[in-house]
């Protein structure tokens, strides 16, 4: 077991601001667990109890059908480089999609980036950091071009279409909300 603690420290946002990687958890009370890796520059720690996540386009859309279920969330960083260490940032979130009024005002922490679809918005009420002494050493080698290249190639529209073909339900058949009309 870990060492809890109510909020962030400051050596807890250093950590966080370091990785390159993160995970995050959700699951709707019946069907699949999702557990996701997240990267590019898509994570914002707003204050010890709050942290912001913005989501981009992908195959599926699982954390937004599970969290319209259920508001519960873990976020999960993982030591590569250094010290062997955990943390998880475990509460509740909620999703802002581009047609919620406080679109404008959070995605602004954030620079602009095609095929952002929604924010998470985190209440953290657990951090525990444990040990990482299993987790391996791997290096950073950059970041990938690929989703980036992705969405500019499909525009606006294209998008939109993909949203409502291949984003609007989870794996179990749950809506995500991703749609124009919720």
């Known amino acids: 077991m870990g060492t809890r603690f109510d909020a962030l420290s400051d050596a807890h946002i250093r950590f966080i601001c370091d990785q390159h990687i993160f995970f995050t958890g959700t699951a709707a009370p019946e069907g699949r667990v999702n557990i996701s890796p997240k990267g590019m520059d898509s994570l914002r720690v707003l204050s010890p109890n709050r942290i912001l996540w913005r989501n981009f386009t992908g195959s599926g859309n699982e954390t937004a059908g599970h969290l319209a279920q259920s508001d519960r969330m873990t976020l999960m960083w993982c030591a590569f480089t250094r010290a062997p260490i955990i943390l998880r940032a475990y509460g509740t979130a909620r999703t802002i999609h581009p047609r919620d009024a406080e679109w404008e005002a959070l995605a602004a922490h954030f620079p602009p980036q095609p095929g952002m679809r929604q924010i998470y918005d985190v209440a ?41 073909e291949r984003n609007a339900l989870t794996l179990d058949g749950a809506p995500t909300g991703i749609s124009d009309d919720g």
């Open 124 to 164: 953290i009420d657990m951090v525990q950091k444990s040990c990482g002494y299993a987790v391996p050493f791997f290096d950073h080698a950059g970041e990938r071009d690929t989703l980036k290249r992705w969405t500019e190639g499909k525009g606006e529209e294209g998008l939109r279409t993909y949203w409502a």
